[in-house]
């Protein structure tokens, strides 16, 4: 599958942001928060992934973005030994694909059409650029949350990983 033209890449988060539901992170200590609170219940909304052309957003407002950022960009860093490996949401039925092909990533869900292809390097920066934007985000909006250990040993192993190509 030849592709002539740079393939469209981008990756963001939209945490829910509706006064009729609790956000969990208001309810915490976000310095202190245990991680199943911080990466399971806290900043739920969706992930807005559109890559060569297909659009795999998310329309559940429910993913756990800052556990979706670190663990997308911490196991695609692994994903050239892997060969392949499955995003599940654990709220549903859902998934993402991605297998590895001679320095490709072919990209395919279980809730949109088509399948797309990306050189490997690029989609690791995008996973791993997105994240510290997500992550610098929430710690804008929520100070103590860059006080928290177990989120600050996450990003360090995530951005200590293999670098693209490798």
């Known amino acids: 599958m030849p592709h002539d033209k740079p393939a469209e890449l981008a990756l963001n988060f939209s945490v829910r942001d509706d006064p009729e539901h609790r956000k969990r992170e208001d309810e915490l200590d976000l310095a202190t928060a245990p991680g199943y609170q911080l990466f399971f219940s806290c900043f739920v909304g969706d992930v807005d992934l559109r890559l060569d052309g ?22 695609l860093s692994g994903l050239p030994a892997a ?6 949401f654990l709220e549903d039925d859902e998934w993402l694909s991605l297998r590895f092909d001679d320095g490709r990533v072919l990209v395919s869900s279980s809730y949109a059409r ?20 997500h992550a610098d985000g929430l710690m804008a909006a929520y100070p103590r949350l860059a006080e928290n250990r177990i989120l600050a040993g996450r990003l360090a192993m995530v951005r200590g990983g293999p670098t693209p190509g490798a």
């Open 83 to 88: 060969g392949r490996m499955s995003m599940d």
């Open 54 to 75: 297909v659009n795999f957003r998310t329309r559940f407002g429910w993913v756990a973005t800052l556990s979706f950022a670190i663990g997308f960009a911490w196991r």
């Open 114 to 133: 088509g399948i797309a292809v990306v050189p490997y390097g690029d989609l690791l920066n995008l996973a791993r650029d997105s994240l510290t934007r």
